[in-house]
């Protein structure tokens, strides 16, 4: 199946866009940015260098994926957010990459992440986990398989779920 993408849409010419993928109108993916097979790109969304994306994906509109991370210690090191097959990324959420702590932040495969929802730079949420709306991850947060985050949270740095 061929790609689709939005004639207002940027999408970088070293970007590795798969089979299938559809790209909405007035989305940015910068160069280095992978996006897996059958993956739906909303409208503004902004996907920077060092995202991996997964197959059969969803990123709804204003999403934010691989931003610089917010700490002090990012000296600008090539870093990655790596997100699974079949995650569903919904409005206005925001996933930056890792620091050179870890190297990247990692969402797995099976995921619901629901509107607003904000994790920072290293965090690793495993598979098939929920995440409510408007819940926000500081950095090097751990969440494990089958997790299922209530909105509203707020989760401090260096937590495990």
Known sequence: MESSIHPTAVVGPKAVVGEGV???PYAVIEDDVVIGDNTEIGPHVQIAD?????KDCKVFA???LSTVP???KFEGEKTFLRIGDRTVIREYV???RGTKANGETV???DNL???YVHAGHDCVIGNHVIIANSVQFGGHCEVEDYAVVGGLAGVHQFVRI
């Open 22 to 24: 559809a790209i909405g």
């Open 94 to 96: 925001t996933l930056n």
């Open 50 to 54: 060092g995202a991996r994306l997964g």
């Open 113 to 115: 992440i629901m509107a």
């Open 62 to 64: 204003g999403a934010v």
């Open 70 to 72: 917010q700490d002090l």
């Open 107 to 109: 969402v797995g495969s």
